[in-house]
């Protein structure tokens, strides 16, 4: 029974591995846009596609500046209030009106991103959904998981 568990364990992961390359494949082409019967025109959808796809495979310089935004932040206010070993660079005494407001500043601007960032990979799901986006069968398994945790 156990060897038989185990052999059914190692032909998932050499077919995972399989549609790994296979998807890794595909990226690596250049997506052909669907022409129209009528005119020989790319469809809207091809060239949305298309489009995402080329903007994915450069680094998001826009989302990465949200996220540096928001750990300069998270520092800034760490220096401020200080530690227990290391006093603030301010002058700010522990458990003060100014103490807490420096707590709580980060919050409110972590929040923000947040919302920005999910905001921004949502509406790129929905396009892609919306122009027939096939999600390979590996990364199905992932959004599976991610989804139920969340």
């Keep these: 029974m156990r060897r038989e568990k185990a052999e059914q364990e190692r032909e998932q992961k050499a077919q995972?591995?399989?549609l790994d390359a296979v998807a890794h494949e595909q990226l690596q082409e250049e997506p052909e846009a669907e022409?129209?019967?009528?005119d020989g025109v790319q469809t809207h959808d091809a060239v949305v596609l298309h489009e995402i796809m080329k903007a994915e495979s450069k680094i998001p310089?826009?989302?990465?500046l949200i996220v540096g935004v928001a750990w300069i932040v998270m520092l800034l206010?760490?220096?401020l209030k200080g530690t227990k070993t290391s006093s603030s660079l301010v002058g700010i005494q522990c458990n003060s009106a100014g103490y807490w407001f420096i707590m709580m500043v980060p919050l409110p601007i972590i929040l923000i991103a947040t919302i920005i960032l999910s905001v921004m990979v949502r509406r790129t799901h929905l396009l892609k959904m919306a122009c027939g986006y096939q999600y390979q069968v590996c990364c199905l398994h992932s959004l599976t998981i991610h989804a139920y945790y969340m």
């Design 16 to 18: 995972d591995i399989e």
């Design 35 to 38: 022409e129209s019967e009528l």
């Design 61 to 64: 310089v826009g989302k990465l």
């Design 77 to 79: 206010s760490a220096l």
